[in-house]
């Protein structure tokens, strides 16, 4: 099976099978935007993902959509396609959660101008995740910067994993609810398990240090742990990491532990927390 192949299945896993359609030529696929009425046509490289794919057009826009909404989303489409691509990564989901994002917050705000709304979804595209050494308790944000993994399939089971700093187990708590509350994908997976590690250096010799670890195996069974060892192994601290997984139907046995700890360990190394997140050993006198 193709990784293009292996990408469209994990797709239609977590939306549904008329998200994404084959036609009668080969390498092009019909897109339907999720929750918005604007049907796009995607073409793929032989060589993907080598290469990067192409929208070449809208195919179609429902009835409600207003005047030059198909025109609009299409650029948005491929101006996010060109951001997340990268040449050997399948990236055809990530653009479309992409895509599905920034047209809901566009959505949010009626009385902006076209150079308004265009201003804004070049500004999110720019946006940096936070450094997790200067993360605060009070620099809460109920809207983190996830690093997100490459889907993995394994007997039409889908894994992906996501990361984020995290500065206090509230936070750590605060974020998966709202993610959970935002993103109807993830409400829908069998199981979103979570760890998190969290350390808060004294700041004077009459403060405490202090250490926060916990995990969540969501009904995957002893996953939560496994999660929060790769997080001890990798000695990281002030991330919060996170497996969603869409139950194929196949058990996998011990096998989901591998593909758990894989999805994770790729979103948790392509944000950089491995360079970012360690304490500082203490210096000895």
Request: hydrophobic content about 35%; overall charge negative.
């Amino acid at each position: 099976m193709s990784q293009l192949d292996s990408e469209v299945l994990a797709i239609k896993a977590i939306y549904s099978d008329d998200v994404l359609q084959s036609t009668d030529q080969e390498y092009v696929y019909i897109l339907s935007v999720p929750s918005h009425p604007v049907v796009l046509r995607v073409r793929f490289p032989p060589d993907y993902p080598d290469s990067r794919p192409v929208i070449d057009g809208v195919e179609s826009t429902g009835d409600a959509a207003p005047k030059g909404y198909g025109s609009h989303v299409l650029e948005v489409a491929r101006e996010t396609m060109n951001h997340v691509w990268k040449a050997g990564d399948v990236c055809l989901y990530d653009m479309i959660q992409e895509l599905e994002s920034l047209l809901e917050s566009q959505s949010s705000s009626h009385d902006r101008t076209d150079d308004g709304i265009q201003d804004q979804y070049l500004g999110v595209l720019d946006v940096e995740p936070p450094s997790p050494s200067n993360l605060t308790a009070s620099t809460f944000d109920p809207s983190p910067n996830w690093v997100v993994s490459t889907p993995k399939i394994e007997k039409k089971s889908v894994f992906i994993a996501r990361a984020c700093t995290v500065a206090s187990p509230a936070e750590a708590s605060a974020y998966v609810s709202q993610l959970l509350a935002t993103d109807k994908k993830l409400a829908k997976a069998t199981h979103n398990i979570t760890a998190y590690r969290i350390h808060f250096s004294p700041k004077s010799p009459l403060d405490k240090e202090l250490v926060y670890q916990d995990c969540d195996d969501d009904g995957e069974t002893a996953a939560g742990g496994r999660l929060l060892h790769l997080l001890q192994v990798m000695d990281l601290w002030n991330v919060l990491v996170m497996v969603s997984r869409w139950y194929g139907g196949v058990k996998l046995g011990p096998d989901r532990f591998r593909i758990i700890s894989a999805v994770a360990r790729e979103a948790l190394v392509e944000g950089g927390f491995e360079k970012a997140s360690k304490v500082p050993k203490s210096k000895k006198n």
